[in-house]
């Protein structure tokens, strides 16, 4: 298993009154000293990656699944963001919004503070163009999720040295397309520079990543054509291929895996680079014997039955992916629903899941590509692409969709795919789905929830308002 | 490695001048002592953490963010209430009030948000609370007519808020000051008493007017929750025929009602008396001591934070989730509370 441990520094400048008092602090290290290796520069980087264990591990988790029929809260006292996020009706204190939006633009401002540095310093040119190009393609990776959640969003494309410089620049919100137009630019940037780049982990940014992450943009604006483009070239480099025991993307030792794009590694043995995937997952009962030290589940995100229920029969994933029953301490079992990806049974300590998540994997570039194929009149030819993935889950070939069937195809095979991956909310919304489906979901269980015009992006964070109050909020919140 | 903190070569010393006037006063052959002193302190450049847009990749900065005054009054006031062979009693009071007010800001907004709760605005004393003001619950389906509403489907038993900007819609837009986490005043009282052999020492402490916030109560006393909850709870709004007394709202799940999102339903008033410390003690006399062949023998019993009067909700009304941080004072976060001590103890010379 070669997995880097991601060490925290801080960094900081000092800024002193008189020589006397000029002392550097032993556990920081200050600006003007840094940025000056290669080293440095890799280190740096390596911090910006850190940032996405989080918001993976957590508030992407909750955006992406339970605000969706796939999953409901199924503990006694759920919070208020959590609250929100399983009725959809979202408010501008919501934690997990809070914290997409501040782990979003660190990741921004860290590849900011990088590529303001990086033209300064003597380094070989291979160097330079794999550090920009890493660079770029996490800007974009933050900037993707900040548009597509909160719409109009602050654009910032330069390194900040002091408040003053803060205070001064222009931090409103800028239009969707200008967004979208940055996003574009630094992908096709980030894959061009990091063409020739190998021997680099699948958890760093790669000409492939930034490919694929491209295409899922150009799917997500309606350019099918430049989606199917950049997406097929992804395919035909044939760096990626599907991995033929689904369940091994999932569990203990994915690391490295041929199907996976870009993922985020996770570490266990309470070193804090562990995530909460295997409390959050399962039932929140004081009576399981399923975890070492008969660890507890929490039971934040559990499959609806109407999740579990969704599969074609046959389908090799829905036991793979979702549980009907847990071993209790009395060694009878016990009917509950409860997640199986990433739910690390190794550990017995919430928050210290050692299984990788992958954020994008090839299945998903076959499945976009397909998805592109069909609206784009190729019709038949994305069924090829789709017959691959569902071969894998033990599934027959379809053949024959009519190009609006199969779009209905398409949804269900990415909800048995990418259940408790964070896709299906933003599946959703690039589709114009989700207020159909979604309020029959709710009318269907007898809820009174609804989803509202306005509800297809979220309130922009309420400390961001209070900090500035020329921040305009989105309309109906 | 991540850039934590921004530099700022801007920084300046936050500059203090103060005034003071004091006066020390002793009656009766020094059997009645009292000291005053009335002060002013006035904070230039004063330093404080300001919260920064998210979008710049920082959390916060250390800026000189304006003036800000301190006035106030220390009393103290000694007596020896009894004083021969028999019996001795002396008593020592104290008592200290203080305001605390920005006069200017630096940063150009009016306010500047401290947390979640907090801002700081001229006019108001550092760090004000700054919530969405719970008035009560709808009582009854009638009180709903009218009234400024935080969701449509808000009915009796729910909370009901103050409608801050008259628009007809309770939203975060209706927030205001709604308490300081400062006291108005605080004091303290010592007595101790010895009659003989034995003497006994009780000491008082307390303070009135400072508000904390419970950032807990949205899970302690949450509308949602199965879970042990604090007696407050059963002052909950049950029915239209048993609506409790106007301080907890019904059980819900959701939270589209606000009941147990952030709001000044959680903003408890902390004034407290505490009992902080009980000590007695017995002094052996001299003829039993020399049969025990010891110089000096001397039992004792202490009780420290003996009990406190207060109507705060939390574990302990004292209590500080962020400690000394000026910025954020006041929240408490289920802190662990004040342990109380027995002290038991015999001491021998020989």
Same mark, same amino acid.
């Given at each position: 298993?070669?997995?880097?441990?991601?060490?925290?520094?801080?960094?900081?400048?000092?800024?002193?009154?008189?020589?006397?008092?000029?002392?550097?602090?032993?556990?920081?290290?200050?600006?003007?000293?840094?940025?000056?290796?290669?080293?440095?520069?890799?280190?740096?980087?390596?911090?910006?990656?850190?940032?996405?264990?989080?918001?993976?591990?957590?508030?992407?988790?909750?955006?992406?699944?339970?605000?969706?029929?796939?999953?409901?809260?199924?503990?006694?006292?759920?919070?208020?963001?959590?609250?929100?996020?399983?009725?959809?009706?979202?408010?501008?204190?919501?934690?997990?919004?809070?914290?997409?939006?501040?782990?979003?633009?660190?990741?921004?401002?860290?590849?900011?503070?990088?590529?303001?540095?990086?033209?300064?310093?003597?380094?070989?040119?291979?160097?330079?163009?794999?550090?920009?190009?890493?660079?770029?393609?996490?800007?974009?990776?933050?900037?993707?999720?900040?548009?597509?959640?909160?719409?109009?969003?602050?654009?910032?494309?330069?390194?900040?040295?002091?408040?003053?410089?803060?205070?001064?620049?222009?931090?409103?919100?800028?239009?969707?397309?200008?967004?979208?137009?940055?996003?574009?630019?630094?992908?096709?940037?980030?894959?061009?520079?990091?063409?020739?780049?190998?021997?680099?982990?699948?958890?760093?940014?790669?000409?492939?990543?930034?490919?694929?992450?491209?295409?899922?943009?150009?799917?997500?604006?309606?350019?099918?054509?430049?989606?199917?483009?950049?997406?097929?070239?992804?395919?035909?480099?044939?760096?990626?291929?599907?991995?033929?025991?689904?369940?091994?993307?999932?569990?203990?030792?994915?690391?490295?895996?041929?199907?996976?794009?870009?993922?985020?590694?996770?570490?266990?043995?309470?070193?804090?680079?562990?995530?909460?995937?295997?409390?959050?997952?399962?039932?929140?009962?004081?009576?399981?014997?399923?975890?070492?030290?008969?660890?507890?589940?929490?039971?934040?995100?559990?499959?609806?039955?109407?999740?579990?229920?969704?599969?074609?029969?046959?389908?090799?994933?829905?036991?793979?992916?979702?549980?009907?029953?847990?071993?209790?301490?009395?060694?009878?079992?016990?009917?509950?629903?409860?997640?199986?990806?990433?739910?690390?049974?190794?550990?017995?300590?919430?928050?210290?899941?050692?299984?990788?998540?992958?954020?994008?994997?090839?299945?998903?570039?076959?499945?976009?590509?397909?998805?592109?194929?069909?609206?784009?009149?190729?019709?038949?030819?994305?069924?090829?692409?789709?017959?691959?993935?569902?071969?894998?889950?033990?599934?027959?070939?379809?053949?024959?969709?009519?190009?609006?069937?199969?779009?209905?195809?398409?949804?269900?095979?990415?909800?048995?795919?990418?259940?408790?991956?964070?896709?299906?909310?933003?599946?959703?919304?690039?589709?114009?789905?989700?207020?159909?489906?979604?309020?029959?979901?709710?009318?269907?269980?007898?809820?009174?929830?609804?989803?509202?015009?306005?509800?297809?992006?979220?309130?922009?964070?309420?400390?961001?308002?209070?900090?500035?109050?020329?921040?305009?909020?989105?309309?109906?919140? | 490695?991540?850039?934590?903190?921004?530099?700022?070569?801007?920084?300046?010393?936050?500059?203090?001048?103060?005034?003071?006037?004091?006066?020390?006063?002793?009656?009766?052959?020094?059997?009645?002592?009292?000291?005053?002193?009335?002060?002013?302190?006035?904070?230039?450049?004063?330093?404080?953490?300001?919260?920064?847009?998210?979008?710049?990749?920082?959390?916060?900065?250390?800026?000189?963010?304006?003036?800000?005054?301190?006035?106030?009054?220390?009393?103290?006031?000694?007596?020896?209430?009894?004083?021969?062979?028999?019996?001795?009693?002396?008593?020592?009071?104290?008592?200290?009030?203080?305001?605390?007010?920005?006069?200017?800001?630096?940063?150009?907004?009016?306010?500047?948000?401290?947390?979640?709760?907090?801002?700081?605005?001229?006019?108001?004393?550092?760090?004000?609370?700054?919530?969405?003001?719970?008035?009560?619950?709808?009582?009854?389906?009638?009180?709903?007519?009218?009234?400024?509403?935080?969701?449509?489907?808000?009915?009796?038993?729910?909370?009901?808020?103050?409608?801050?900007?008259?628009?007809?819609?309770?939203?975060?837009?209706?927030?205001?000051?709604?308490?300081?986490?400062?006291?108005?005043?605080?004091?303290? *009282? =010592? @007595? !101790? %008493? #010895?009659?003989?052999?034995?003497?006994?020492?009780?000491?008082?402490?307390?303070?009135?007017? &400072?508000?904390?916030?419970?950032?807990?109560?949205?899970?302690?006393?949450?509308?949602?929750?199965?879970?042990?909850?604090?007696?407050?709870?059963?002052?909950?709004?049950?029915?239209?025929?048993?609506?409790?007394?106007?301080?907890?709202?019904?059980?819900?799940?959701?939270?589209?009602?606000?009941?147990?999102?952030?709001?000044?339903?959680?903003? *408890? =008033? @902390? !004034? %407290? #008396?505490?009992?902080?410390?009980?000590?007695?003690?017995?002094?052996?006399?001299?003829?039993? &001591?020399?049969?025990?062949?010891?110089?000096?023998?001397?039992?004792?019993?202490?009780?420290?934070?003996?009990?406190?009067?207060?109507?705060?909700?939390?574990?302990?009304?004292?209590?500080?989730?962020?400690?000394?941080?000026?910025?954020?004072?006041?929240?408490?976060?289920?802190?662990?509370?004040?342990?109380?001590?027995?002290?038991?103890?015999?001491?021998?010379?020989?």
């Amino acid at each position: 298993m070669k997995k880097y441990c991601i060490y925290l520094f801080t960094l900081v400048t000092i800024t002193s009154c008189s020589d006397f008092l000029d002392l550097q602090p032993e556990y920081q290290v200050s600006e003007k000293s840094f940025y000056k290796s290669a080293s440095d520069f890799e280190t740096a980087l390596i911090g910006n990656y850190a940032g996405l264990q989080g918001i993976h591990s957590t508030a992407l988790m909750y955006i992406g699944e339970l605000t969706t029929d796939n999953a409901e809260v199924r503990w006694t006292s759920p919070s208020v963001s959590e609250t929100e996020a399983d009725e959809v009706s979202f408010t501008p204190s919501n934690g997990y919004l809070n914290t997409i939006w501040n782990g979003s633009f660190a990741t921004i401002s860290r590849s900011n503070n990088i590529l303001a540095r990086i033209d300064g310093v003597d380094l070989t040119a291979e160097r330079k163009n794999q550090f920009k190009g890493e660079s770029l393609f996490l800007r974009a990776y933050g900037y993707f999720y900040l548009v597509r959640l909160f719409g109009e969003v602050p654009m910032v494309e330069v390194a900040f040295r002091s408040p003053n410089e803060i205070m001064k620049f222009d931090m409103s919100r800028k239009p969707i397309s200008q967004i979208y137009d940055l996003i574009k630019k630094d992908l096709s940037e980030a894959a061009s520079l990091l063409t020739n780049v190998s021997g680099l982990s699948r958890s760093r940014a790669s000409s492939g990543a930034a490919k694929a992450l491209l295409g899922k943009v150009y799917l997500t604006l309606g350019e099918y054509d430049q989606a199917s483009a950049v997406l097929k070239e992804v395919i035909d480099e044939q760096k990626y291929s599907l991995e033929p025991d689904y369940f091994r993307m999932f569990t203990n030792g994915n690391d490295e895996l041929p199907e996976s794009v870009f993922e985020i590694k996770y570490l266990s043995g309470n070193l804090g680079e562990g995530n909460s995937f295997s409390s959050t997952f399962t039932p929140a009962r004081f009576d399981m014997a399923i975890f070492p030290n008969n660890m507890q589940g929490n039971g934040r995100i559990i499959p609806t039955p109407e999740m579990a229920g969704s599969y074609e029969s046959g389908d090799l994933r829905r036991s793979l992916s979702i549980g009907d029953s847990v071993l209790l301490v009395t060694g009878k079992y016990a009917k509950e629903l409860y997640g199986l990806k990433f739910v690390d049974f190794t550990v017995g300590i919430i928050s210290d899941g050692g299984i990788n998540y992958t954020s994008l994997r090839y299945a998903d570039v076959l499945l976009m590509y397909a998805e592109a194929l069909n609206e784009t009149g190729a019709n038949s030819e994305a069924h090829t692409y789709l017959n691959m993935v569902r071969n894998r889950a033990g599934l027959v070939d379809l053949s024959g969709l009519s190009s609006e069937e199969f779009k209905l195809v398409m949804e269900r095979e990415r909800r048995s795919e990418f259940f408790l991956e964070g896709h299906r909310w933003f599946d959703l919304v690039r589709t114009g789905r989700l207020k159909t489906v979604m309020n029959q979901y709710f009318q269907d269980k007898g809820l009174s929830f609804s989803i509202s015009d306005h509800e297809w992006i979220m309130p922009i964070p309420l400390r961001e308002i209070d900090i500035d109050p020329n921040l305009e909020q989105n309309p109906g919140f | 490695m991540i850039p934590s903190s921004l530099s700022n070569d801007d920084l300046t010393w936050e500059k203090s001048r103060q005034i003071n006037f004091g006066v020390d006063l002793g009656f009766f052959k020094d059997r009645i002592t009292l000291t005053a002193d009335i002060y002013r302190d006035l904070k230039t450049d004063l330093l404080l953490a300001v919260q920064l847009p998210a979008a710049s990749g920082f959390n916060s900065s250390t800026q000189n963010i304006g003036d800000i005054e301190n006035k106030g009054l220390e009393l103290g006031l000694s007596t020896i209430n009894f004083n021969n062979s028999k019996f001795q009693w002396n008593s020592n009071l104290t008592f200290s009030a203080n305001k605390n007010k920005v006069l200017k800001l630096a940063t150009g907004g009016a306010r500047i948000s401290n947390s979640a709760y907090q801002i700081t605005e001229v006019g108001s004393p550092i760090s004000s609370f700054y919530l969405i003001n719970k008035l009560g619950v709808f009582m009854n389906s009638a009180e709903l007519d009218g009234a400024a509403l935080q969701h449509p489907k808000t009915q009796a038993g729910d909370l009901k808020f103050e409608d801050v900007n008259g628009d007809g819609v309770i939203n975060q837009s209706d927030r205001k000051i709604v308490g300081t986490p400062w006291p108005d005043f605080i004091w303290g *009282f =010592d @007595n !101790s %008493f #010895t009659f003989g052999n034995i003497s006994l020492n009780i000491s008082l402490v307390g303070s009135q007017g &400072a508000f904390t916030y419970l950032d807990a109560g949205g899970s302690l006393l949450g509308d949602n929750g199965v879970q042990n909850n604090p007696t407050l709870t059963d002052r909950r709004w049950r029915s239209e025929a048993d609506p409790g007394d106007g301080v907890m709202p019904r059980a819900i799940r959701s939270n589209y009602a606000f009941g147990f999102g952030t709001s000044s339903h959680f903003l *408890f =008033d @902390n !004034s %407290f #008396t505490r009992i902080r410390n009980l000590g007695l003690s017995y002094n052996l006399t001299e003829g039993l &001591a020399s049969r025990l062949r010891v110089k000096n023998l001397n039992a004792y019993f202490n009780v420290s934070n003996v009990y406190t009067f207060t109507d705060y909700p939390g574990y302990d009304p004292e209590s500080s989730t962020t400690g000394d941080n000026v910025v954020n004072s006041g929240i408490d976060y289920l802190n662990y509370p004040l342990p109380r001590t027995y002290t038991v103890g015999i001491k021998l010379s020989l």
